[in-house]
């Protein structure tokens, strides 16, 4: 039983990378459709996360159950959770209003955030004796990562000539979006 929990796990995994990593393309792609709209993607990001977080557990719990119950505790760090997502997803989108690509927009919230991550599940869990410098060299490494996707990101073509003054086209923004 413990082999098929594994297995579950690296499927949950692989699903969320794969969800998450197409997060930042396919919002870009949606925001620049609504062009450059600051708050309409929120809301539609919004919208799904209520269908998926709200709707659907809501039917699970009632036709299905679950272990467990409400508390104030529970729902208090948990809503600071979706919080924290929610927030996010606005920084996310208010990074490509502002210009940013997702070729490096989301590489570097997604080095950052695992960074951010470790050290406040140790400082929660206080647990920083058990921190080994093999294991900070490791987010050092991401860090540094993190710069050199900044630093070296696909910079885009520079406009024909004779083209000087014109906005890109949508063919051009779209190919950017990949």
């Given at each position: 039983m413990k082999s098929l929990?594994?297995?579950?796990?690296?499927?949950?995994?692989a699903l969320t990378a794969l969800c998450w990593g197409a997060y930042g393309p396919v919002l870009h792609r949606g925001q620049t459709a609504m062009e450059g709209s600051r708050l309409r993607p929120l809301l539609c990001v919004g919208m799904a996360y209520f269908v998926i977080a709200v709707v659907v557990p809501t039917i699970w719990l009632y036709t299905r159950g679950e272990k467990g119950d409400w508390t104030l505790s529970g729902a208090l760090w948990s809503a600071g959770g979706g919080v924290a997502g929610a927030v996010g997803a606005l920084g996310i989108i208010l990074a490509f209003a502002f210009g940013g690509k997702p070729t490096y927009v989301m590489p570097l919230v997604f080095g950052c955030a695992p960074?951010?991550?470790?050290?406040?599940?140790i400082y929660m869990?206080?647990?920083?004796?058990?921190?080994?410098?093999?294991?900070?060299?490791g987010l050092v490494i991401v860090a540094m990562g993190a710069v050199m996707v900044l630093t070296f990101a696909p910079?885009?073509?520079?406009?024909?000539?004779?083209?000087?003054?014109h906005a890109p086209t949508a063919s051009v923004e779209s190919a950017e979006a990949h």
């Open positions: 929990d594994f297995l579950f796990q690296i499927a949950a995994i960074v951010i991550n470790a050290f406040l599940t869990a206080g647990s920083w004796k058990d921190v080994s410098p093999l294991f900070l060299a910079k885009g073509h520079a406009a024909p000539p004779g083209s000087a003054g």
